[in-house]
């Protein structure tokens, strides 16, 4: 128990040094590749993501999408990727090569679609080589370029704000 939370401050200050050395250079490029982080517990309707991608002219296959599980009993078949706090070790490594993946791929838009606070989550999207990083209040506003507070469940709001930001920011 006392190693656990050794660990979880362990990756805190590295998520803490990441986010006090990232350089905000958020380029004009439209946006070709979209990564999405969801967790499971506040949303887990992948097909939505895709189909929102699909109307916005994204290929499917420049998408990628990973889902957060606290316990790998509750995972689908159909998920892309999914990862849990198994999936990390001390000062901010990651355990999972298909995560690994995921945070070196440079897409043009991550989207962190979650509210709660989950060091793992937080760890992903601070660590992803995403261009421009759009997600949900949380309580580290340092993690993101744009922050759109709505709740979960409210995913035709957040498209319908995200679309909008993306538009005047000259992505799409």
């Keep these: 128990m006392i190693l656990k939370v050794f660990k979880e401050k362990s990756n805190q200050k590295y998520i803490n040094k990441l986010l006090s050395a990232r350089q905000v250079a958020v380029s004009n490029n439209k946006m070709n590749t979209v990564g999405v982080i969801l967790s499971v517990s506040e949303f887990s309707d992948f097909e939505s993501f895709r189909l929102f991608f699909k109307s916005l ?10 889902a957060f599980v606290e316990d790998t009993k509750d995972t689908n078949e159909l998920w892309d ?11 901010g490594k990651i355990n999972n090569i298909d995560l690994q993946i995921f945070v070196d791929t440079k897409f043009d838009v991550l989207i962190s679609y979650y509210k709660e606070n989950h060091l793992e989550l937080n760890l992903i999207t601070a660590s992803s080589k995403a261009n421009f990083k759009v997600g949900l209040t949380n309580e580290d506003e340092r993690l993101f370029d744009l922050m759109i507070d709505v709740k979960p469940k409210e995913f ?7 679309k909008k930001y993306l538009t005047v920011l000259n992505k799409l």
């Design 81 to 91: 990727t999914y990862f849990n706090p198994k999936d990390f070790g001390w000062k």
């Design 156 to 162: 035709s709001v957040f498209k319908d704000e995200l």
């Design 57 to 66: 002219g994204i290929q499917a296959a420049k998408t990628k999408i990973i």
